[in-house]
């Protein structure tokens, strides 16, 4: 086997068809169906089934399919790394922000990364799932992740960049817009909005509202923090996001919390970094990140525990 057909197969996938798997690779059709069918004779399987809307991948293609990603992603790294001399890196670097955290400072930082790395290609994606988060660093797809809560030992390696103190968001009219820090317990008859069922950010809600002993109606769920904001700015009901997460012409309508919600920001790399992922790191600790001298226990999410 060889990385070609990895590739190969991946492009296929990606495309459903080997037509425009070519067309992607910008190679013959004859060779991409040549190293598939050999890739497939190697392996003793069928990793692809043809069906009316174009090639599917199969049960066993679809392991098979997640292992190459891993193995192809690490060879890119291994060859930007090789070619990191001066100016000549290249390759793809993907970042995972967990909670819609460094929604203000990221943008900065990778913009800096771009001006020295010119040829890097950077993907970046918010996961609120910390399981899926957590299976994304296992398969070696995330590079830099920003997660709320410190790395144990294991896959990934945590840098503390600052404290994320989360703020409650509340409609135009609303009473407690006077005051300077909002009492929890004043919102307990107030309808919420919040996450989606087992996200990161529902799982600090949910803690906040117990520890607080709090039952409050749910108006809605929602998946993004931005939408969060609009809603309850609207006057639709109240939400707690990070501090970071409030949309610009909008800070008039949050109120940091009492008792105070804070969570660590941690940028969470491999051991043995490549110059990427390290130059990254410098440029988000240049950033300006707020202290609040959280000292809590939060459990890590990317970890082998």
Known sequence: MSLRQFEYALAVAEEGSVTAAAELLRVAQPSVSQQIRGLERELGVTLFARTPTGLVP?????????????????????KATARAGADELEGELVVAAQMGLGTRQLPGALSALRRRFPRLEITVFEEANPAEL?????RGVVDLGLIAGPCREGLYEGHH????EFVVVLGP????????????RVLAREPWIRFDHGSALDGVLRGVLRDNELAPATVARVSQTATAVRWAAQGLG????????????????????????????????????????????E???????????FAGDAQGLLTTG
């Open 238 to 281: 109240v939400t707690l996001v990070p501090t970071s997460a409030v949309l610009p012409g909008l800070e008039h309508l949050t109120r940091p919390v009492f008792p105070a919600v804070s969570m660590p920001t941690i940028a969470a790399i491999r051991p043995g970094a490549g110059p990427a992922e390290m130059a990254l790191l």
């Open 173 to 184: 009219e609303h009473a407690q817009l006077a005051a300077d820090r909002v009492e929890l």
């Open 58 to 78: 199969t049960a066993v293609g679809r392991a098979f399919l997640r292992d190459a990603e891993v193995a192809v992603r690490a060879a890119r790294r291994a």
């Open 161 to 164: 960049l600052g404290d994320e």
């Open 134 to 138: 957590e299976r994304l660093a296992r």
């Open 283 to 293: 440029f988000l600790r240049q950033e300006t990140w707020p202290h609040t001298g």
